[in-house]
Nanobody, 128 residues
């Protein structure tokens, strides 16, 4: 499958945790940039976290640093987003994206236009 498939979205209370999963074919996941984006109603899509699956190098948006963790399971062709201490501002549709150029610094950025493959999204709703 070329298109990443997300799962794990749910409704939780503020302070809670969720783990999102993104699965794609080996040729998409292996040694490539994978990232999580989110889009809240009326807002632009924003990058949340990225990982270069070749080295495990990660990059986070300032708004989620210390709360979210992106990781990979190569055996399952899956990338995860562990979200802790969730806030109402985290409410959004979360998208997994794949295949973007690696930066010269060796990490993957979260520029929307640079990612080729996108999932359908999984909804995360945080109630206060």
């Amino acid at each position: 499958q070329t298109q990443p498939v997300e799962s794990g979205g749910a409704s939780v209370q503020a302070g809670g945790s969720l783990r999102l999963s993104c699965t794609a074919s080996t040729n998409i996941v292996k040694r490539n940039c994978m990232a999580w984006f989110r889009q809240a109603p009326g807002k632009e899509r924003e990058g949340v976290a990225s990982i270069y699956t070749g080295t495990g190098s990660t990059h986070y948006a300032d708004s989620v640093k210390g709360r979210f963790t992106i990781s990979q399971d190569n055996a399952k062709n899956t990338v995860y987003l562990q979200m802790n201490s969730l806030e109402s501002e985290d409410t959004a549709m979360y998208y997994c994206a794949a295949l973007a150029p690696l930066t010269l610094a060796g990490y993957c950025n979260t520029v929307t236009d640079e990612y080729i493959y996108w999932g359908q999204g999984t909804q995360v709703t945080v109630s206060s």
